[in-house]
């Protein structure tokens, strides 16, 4: 099993900058990938942003491409995802999510990927 839980969400003006983590705990050991989600009400869940463990190769999502990083230090099993730029219309949970799969390399956009999921944390982002 592995836990997430994330941190760093709030609410920002537009134009600002928030900076999210998720700490991984339990058998971290065997986590392949990790992926940053998010869901706005009546909205399904969408991807943000994925990267690899050990390779640290990284994929965005087009939604906040050029505005987002997803970095992890894996000395702290951390993962972390910088946004830039805020928008109102991002205002959402987002989620942390790890993956244990090792039969295949890279990073993944696809929900059904991921094993394991965070109880998410609000970002608000006002006018």
């Known amino acids: 099993q592995v836990q997430l839980v994330e941190s760093g969400g709030g609410l920002v003006q537009a134009g600002g900058s928030l900076r999210l983590s998720c700490a991984a705990s339990g058998r971290t050991f065997s986590v392949n990938r990790m992926g940053w989600f998010r869901q706005a009400p009546s909205k399904e869940r969408e991807f943000v942003a994925s990267i690899t463990w050990n390779a640290g190769i990284t994929l965005y999502g087009n939604s906040m491409k050029g505005r987002v990083t997803v970095s992890r230090d894996k000395s702290e099993n951390t993962v972390y995802l910088q946004m830039n730029s805020l928008k109102p219309e991002e205002t959402a949970v987002y989620y942390c999510?790890?993956?244990?799969?090792?039969?295949?390399?890279?990073?993944?956009?696809?929900?059904?990927?991921?094993?394991?999921w965070g109880q998410g944390t609000q970002v608000t982002v006002s006018s």
């Open positions: 999510a790890a993956d244990r799969d090792m039969s295949w390399r890279g990073p993944a956009s696809s929900r059904g990927v991921y094993d394991y």
